[in-house]
């Protein structure tokens, strides 16, 4: 996991249904649990502003809706869930960081806790919120094993269980402490199938007080922002000044041309085989899982870690296309800012090189198993679970989800037909397929005559000028 430095600094909240995570994030900020409340499915992300506002952000849609918890009907009137609802609160703790709830591990499944691993990466801090009565399962064990090795810092809440804490007796019959039990018998646990977290510290919750745990969050986010900071540099080597190309820079634009067949042709191909085993799930989870009424939440979920697939491919490729053919010209490696000022070039002479619709659309899978687009930047925010900042990368997102009529062909109870769901998910999932192929071809070629215009521009002054 990297991050990046301008990232705002944030704790994002995982665990078990039933841990009473709404309550932790509540006493935090010393509100009401019920503020909380977001349709099954949807991140919540509490962001500090001067007036308080709560927004849903519906796939399919440019604008984001009002959402009411204290109005039931507004939630069930969006044609499909959200994919985040932002809180936006004064509450001073706010400046120091931003809060994220996401949905129970155990609705996230595999693809689902890799959304909420980048969210972490980026957000910097990882809080595990679990009841005392609730123990480890395996894929809350799988989440934490993964985080072990980053920079994400992980901080444990253990709450009260539906009967409290526990009263035990020591081996003489005097009584000890049932809070102090509990939280070491969970940290026992834990550390017995992922040790690389002992030093992860454990706050229990009691009584709602949650002011050791609002402490240490503070305190690591002061460490955080300062060691960011250091990350990020007002100015880095070649971000000014002319730069100039080498004597004898070879056949560059042939060693591009076939850069930028090979990249797409590879992203083109990984996408396809991660669809086919895509559709294996999606057929397992309607025959042995939810069925139909779960093929919506299932495949939107998958989606999404698809567009977070396919978007890292397509940065990490253009990252090395600039860094390789620039180097062949300006020498290689690139100082950080001239690679910086060569792709801010590309990004902006872009739009002289698409063909057909904007780059910056949504891909929306429809009711019909067709896939229709979105255009903008608005767009493509909606579908975002947790926000980042404005991208510097050469090409926007790639992003996928569910039009709402999904949801409601699916949920009504006449369109229970698995063999019906299937034969629909093959086509849908076909679809996506073709479309994302022809997107990605359509990407690469925009990238391959912008960044070859650049360093021709380059090439034929001597200097980079951009």
Same mark, same amino acid.
């Given at each position: 996991?990297?991050?990046?430095?301008?990232?705002?600094?944030?704790?994002?909240?995982?665990?078990?249904?039933?841990?009473?995570?709404?309550?932790?994030?509540?006493?935090?900020?010393?509100?009401?649990?019920?503020?909380?409340?977001?349709?099954?499915?949807?991140?919540?992300?509490?962001?500090?502003?001067?007036?308080?506002?709560?927004?849903?952000?519906?796939?399919? *849609?440019?604008?984001?809706?009002?959402?009411?918890?204290?109005?039931?009907?507004?939630?069930?009137?969006?044609?499909?869930?959200? #994919?985040?609802?932002?809180?936006?609160?004064?509450?001073?703790? @706010?400046?120091?960081?931003?809060?994220?709830?996401?949905?129970?591990?155990?609705?996230?499944?595999?693809?689902?806790?890799?959304?909420?691993?980048?969210?972490?990466?980026?957000?910097?801090?990882?809080?595990?919120?679990?009841?005392?009565?609730?123990?480890?399962?395996?894929?809350?064990?799988? @989440?934490?094993?993964?985080?072990?090795?980053?920079?994400?810092?992980?901080?444990?809440?253990?709450?009260?269980?539906?009967?409290?804490?526990?009263?035990?007796?020591?081996?003489?019959?005097?009584?000890?402490?049932?809070?102090?039990?509990?939280?070491?018998?969970?940290?026992?646990?834990?550390?017995?199938?992922?040790?690389?977290?002992?030093?992860?510290?454990?706050?229990?919750?009691?009584?709602?007080?949650?002011?050791?745990?609002?402490?240490?969050?503070?305190?690591?986010?002061?460490?955080?922002?300062?060691? #960011?900071?250091?990350?990020?540099?007002?100015?880095?080597?070649?971000?000014?000044?002319?730069?100039?190309?080498?004597?004898?820079?070879?056949?560059?634009?042939?060693?591009?041309?076939?850069?930028?067949?090979?990249?797409?042709?590879?992203?083109?191909?990984?996408?396809?085989?991660?669809?086919?085993?895509?559709?294996?799930?999606?057929?397992?989870?309607?025959?042995?899982?939810?069925?139909?009424?779960?093929?919506?939440?299932?495949?939107?979920?998958?989606?999404?870690?698809?567009?977070?697939?396919?978007?890292?491919?397509?940065?990490?490729?253009?990252?090395?296309?600039?860094?390789?053919?620039?180097?062949?010209?300006?020498?290689?490696?690139?100082?950080?800012?001239?690679?910086?000022?060569?792709?801010?070039?590309?990004?902006?002479?872009?739009?002289?090189?698409?063909?057909?619709?904007?780059?910056?659309?949504?891909?929306?899978?429809?009711?019909?198993?067709?896939?229709?687009?979105?255009?903008?930047?608005?767009?493509?925010?909606?579908?975002?679970? *947790?926000?980042?900042?404005?991208?510097?990368?050469?090409?926007?997102?790639?992003?996928?989800?569910?039009?709402?009529?999904?949801?409601?062909?699916?949920?009504?109870?006449?369109?229970?037909?698995?063999?019906?769901?299937?034969?629909?998910?093959?086509?849908?999932? #076909?679809?996506?397929?073709?479309?994302?192929?022809?997107?990605?071809?359509?990407?690469?070629?925009?990238?391959?005559?912008?960044?070859?215009?650049?360093?021709?521009?380059?090439?034929?002054?001597?200097?980079?000028?951009?």
């Amino acid at each position: 996991m990297t991050v990046d430095p301008r990232e705002p600094l944030g704790v994002v909240a995982v665990g078990p249904a039933g841990a009473g995570r709404a309550n932790v994030l509540a006493a935090l900020l010393d509100l009401d649990a019920g503020m909380f409340t977001v349709p099954a499915g949807s991140w919540l992300v509490v962001r500090h502003a001067a007036e308080a506002s709560r927004s849903a952000y519906v796939p399919g *849609y440019r604008a984001p809706f009002s959402y009411r918890v204290d109005l039931p009907e507004v939630g069930p009137a969006l044609a499909r869930p959200p #994919r985040r609802v932002e809180l936006n609160l004064s509450a001073p703790l @706010l400046k120091r960081y931003v809060l994220v709830d996401t949905p129970d591990i155990s609705s996230l499944g595999r693809t689902g806790t890799g959304v909420v691993l980048d969210a972490a990466g980026r957000a910097g801090a990882l809080l595990f919120v679990i009841a005392a009565d609730q123990s480890f399962s395996a894929a809350e064990l799988h @989440l934490l094993a993964e985080v072990v090795g980053s920079r994400v810092e992980v901080f444990f809440a253990v709450t009260p269980g539906a009967g409290g804490w526990a009263s035990p007796e020591s081996a003489d019959g005097t009584a000890v402490d049932p809070i102090a039990v509990t939280v070491e018998a969970h940290r026992a646990a834990l550390l017995a199938a992922v040790p690389g977290l002992a030093r992860a510290r454990w706050f229990p919750i009691v009584a709602g007080d949650a002011l050791d745990l609002r402490r240490a969050l503070v305190g690591w986010a002061s460490d955080e922002g300062l060691e #960011r900071s250091s990350l990020d540099p007002p100015d880095v080597p070649g971000l000014y000044g002319r730069v100039p190309v080498l004597p004898e820079p070879g056949e560059w634009s042939e060693l591009l041309d076939r850069q930028v067949r090979s990249a797409g042709r590879r992203i083109r191909q990984h996408l396809a085989l991660e669809l086919a085993k895509l559709h294996l799930r999606v057929v397992q989870e309607i025959v042995f899982g939810t069925g139909c009424a779960g093929l919506p939440q299932l495949l939107d979920r998958e989606m999404e870690a698809l567009s977070l697939l396919a978007t890292s491919q397509c940065d990490h490729a253009v990252r090395e296309l600039v860094e390789d053919v620039g180097g062949r010209l300006f020498g290689a490696p690139l100082p950080e800012g001239v690679r910086r000022r060569i792709a801010k070039a590309v990004r902006w002479g872009m739009s002289d090189h698409v063909t057909g619709p904007e780059l910056e659309r949504v891909l929306l899978i429809t009711s019909t198993a067709g896939v229709a687009s979105l255009i903008g930047a608005a767009a493509i925010d909606a579908l975002v679970a *947790y926000p980042t900042v404005p991208r510097t990368e050469v090409l926007p997102p790639v992003a996928v989800s569910l039009a709402g009529g999904c949801w409601q062909h699916w949920r009504t109870p006449a369109n229970a037909d698995q063999s019906a769901a299937r034969a629909w998910s093959q086509r849908a999932l #076909r679809e996506v397929e073709l479309e994302l192929s022809r997107e990605i071809a359509r990407r690469f070629e925009a990238v391959r005559l912008s960044l070859g215009t650049v360093l021709s521009d380059a090439a034929e002054h001597g200097i980079l000028l951009a």
